[in-house]
């Protein structure tokens, strides 16, 4: 019998809208596996045998959108990895597809060998999310993209590219929205109704 297809969640959000602190609670709550698409970019940069780092670096640090061959393989392969290792087959992919470049590649290569349930779209206002971004780097996050002047360019990055994405899966019936402006707890209690239906 072939092997299920892996089910997947996209988590959307502006930077700091709070995608990676609700995909602990998912993890925690309904067993899913999280793949944070930057963490496994971040991952796959510091690798001193990668053969992307140094693109993926120059990428991160220009606040540019890594090509999405790369992220696509980086998610098969981490997708691969849980199923062989018998984590289960659903995920919550965080941070992935932010532009259309990232959904054409994803329906290209990813699109016949998951299950799309739904998109989680974390809405949250601009100041909040720079406000927490800012807080999480002074706490020592260690991400270097944690500054005004990055995360200016990420909120642009965001509306510009990922907003568009967001609304054509709206189109589609299969964004879930959930105020991210909230308290961390107040947010995950809608999350877990969307999860638990």
């Not at 990813?110 to 999310?129: Q, R, S």
């Amino acid at each position: 019998m072939a092997a299920e297809k892996p089910n997947v969640v996209f988590v959307l959000g502006a930077p700091g809208a709070g995608k990676g602190t609700q995909c602990s609670n998912i993890v925690e709550k309904f067993k899913y596996v999280h793949l944070s698409a930057g963490d496994l970019l971040r991952a796959e940069r510091n690798e001193p045998k990668s053969e992307f780092g140094d693109l993926i670096a120059t990428h991160i640090k220009e606040g540019k959108i890594v090509p999405v061959a790369i992220t696509c393989s980086l998610l098969e392969r981490a997708m691969n990895d849980s199923m062989k290792a018998g984590q289960g087959n659903n995920f919550v992919i965080d941070g992935f597809p932010r532009n259309q470049d990232n959904l054409d590649g994803w329906n290209c290569q990813m699109g016949d060998k998951t299950n799309l349930k739904f998109v989680l779209f974390f809405d949250c206002p601009e100041e909040i999310c720079i406000d927490r971004c800012i807080s999480r780097g002074a706490a020592g996050s260690g991400r270097t993209d944690d500054n005004k002047e990055s995360l200016k360019k990420r909120f642009e990055t965001y509306v510009t590219s990922t907003k568009p994405i967001i609304d054509h899966y709206a189109e589609k019936n299969l964004v879930k929205k959930v105020d991210g402006s909230r308290s961390a707890d107040a947010v995950f209690t809608d999350v877990q109704a969307l999860f638990s239906s």
